[in-house]
């Protein structure tokens, strides 16, 4: 009996080491998976302050403009271009600094003080809508179609932190009325709630995706930095508010509209006004050339500057362009004191790199944009097959 249960010990003993054993390498085969695991999500899952900047499409413009009537054939095209925008984990973080198309960018010197990304997002949708209605008014002054500019709405583009509207009103928001006042323009309305004191109340109709809200909330004195004038305090939401307009030509056979999609921020102006006007006239201004540039306009066809220009170079690059028209240099005039953009420089600068045929135009305003086309022959007469022919861009 002594024995057996000896034996019976024994093999207990034995059991228990292979157990022991068996659960070793268990978790020697598991931890490197966990660590495996950690990494990747380290890696991937993990966002950084950054925002990564690279190359981005150049687009049809044409596809995006609807006339009710007009709008002939187009031998070439107008092409927008855009800078590719993403958040960035390490995996990007890293991939972006070694490369030479990527750039990196923190997110608190691209949003506006205090802006969240939602609220960066619906600004960069507002300037979209501010370019298209710009582009279409120049477009109509050069083609000579009288129009008038209508008032839609109120949206609200950023809410302050501890202010009356916070929680309350968000980006995006369409202020319809105050107190019974119609809410037509953004100045209008800054200008009524200053009228009042801080601690008065307010009532806010507004309306957010389909529904419609009506809230009563209390003025405050709006910071320093956003209230005052000439020392004087100013009364507010606490909401940076922007205005919605609708560009309203008295024939209405030539109402434009645009629909350019997801594409945001102001820099596509120029190109639409072009592609706009090609469309109001009876002459094709493309004359078979690809097209394609960027830059801001305003509504009597100024071209302002614009960031990422080298980007939207590779972009039009990729597409084949003929031509890019990119904005002027802005640089201090006497007595200014700022430091240089530089767009026409960078976008010849990248040119070169490519080595490409694309030929790129410095442009200050729309008309120098169409006196450069109206000096084009048209491409199948121009010497060779096109001025910038296929084999300029070879090796790019």
Not at 120 to 141: D, L
Not at 206 to 219: I, P, Q, V
Not at 251 to 274: C, H, R, Y
Not at 353 to 380: F, N, R
């Amino acid at each position: 009996m002594a024995d057996h249960t000896q034996g019976g010990a024994s093999g207990w003993n034995r059991n228990d080491k292979l157990r022991r054993r068996g659960n070793s390498a268990v978790r020697w085969y598991l931890a490197p998976v966990l660590v495996g695991v950690i990494v990747f999500c380290l890696l991937y899952f993990i966002p950084l302050p950054y925002y990564i900047y690279k190359p981005g499409s150049a687009e049809n413009v044409r596809p995006m403009i609807e006339i009710k009537q007009g709008g002939q054939p187009e031998s070439g095209s107008f092409m927008l271009t855009t800078v590719g925008v993403s958040d960035s984990n390490l995996i990007g973080y890293l991939y972006a600094k070694w490369s030479d198309i990527h750039e990196l960018r923190p997110k608190e010197e691209v949003h506006r003080k205090g802006e969240t990304d939602r609220e960066y997002n619906k600004r960069q949708e507002y300037n979209m809508t501010t370019s298209q209605s710009n582009a279409i008014q120049a477009a109509y002054k050069k083609a000579g179609v009288p129009y008038r500019i209508e008032n839609t709405g109120v949206i609200v583009l950023q809410v302050l932190q501890n202010m009356p509207a916070y929680k309350i009103l968000q980006a995006g928001d369409l202020i319809e009325d105050v107190d019974g006042h119609k809410a037509a323009a953004a100045s209008e309305l800054t200008a009524y709630l200053q009228s009042k004191a801080p601690g008065e109340e307010v009532r806010i109709t507004f309306r957010r995706g389909t529904e419609t809200r009506t809230e009563t909330l209390k003025l405050a004195e709006l910071p320093a930095d956003e209230g005052t004038q000439d020392g004087k305090p100013r009364s507010g939401l606490g909401v940076t508010i922007g205005t919605q307009q609708e560009v309203k030509p008295e024939d209405e056979a030539k109402q434009v509209t645009v629909k350019a999609g997801n594409i945001g921020g102001p820099s596509a102006g120029l190109m639409f006004s072009l592609e706009i006007y090609n469309q109001l006239v009876e002459e094709d201004i493309t004359k078979g050339y690809q097209i394609a540039g960027t830059g801001e306009i305003d509504s009597d066809g100024n071209v302002g500057v614009i960031g990422g220009i080298q980007f939207k170079v590779v972009a039009a690059h990729r597409q084949g362009a003929d031509i890019f028209f990119a904005p002027e240099d802005l640089l201090p005039g006497p007595g200014e004191a700022f430091k240089p953009i530089l767009n026409a420089t960078i976008a010849q600068e990248q040119a070169e790199k490519l080595k490409t045929g694309m030929k790129i135009v410095p442009v200050k305003t729309m008309d120098d944009a169409l006196e450069y086309l109206k000096s084009l022959p048209p491409k199948a007469e121009a010497s060779g097959k096109t001025a910038y022919s296929e084999p300029m861009r070879k090796g790019a």
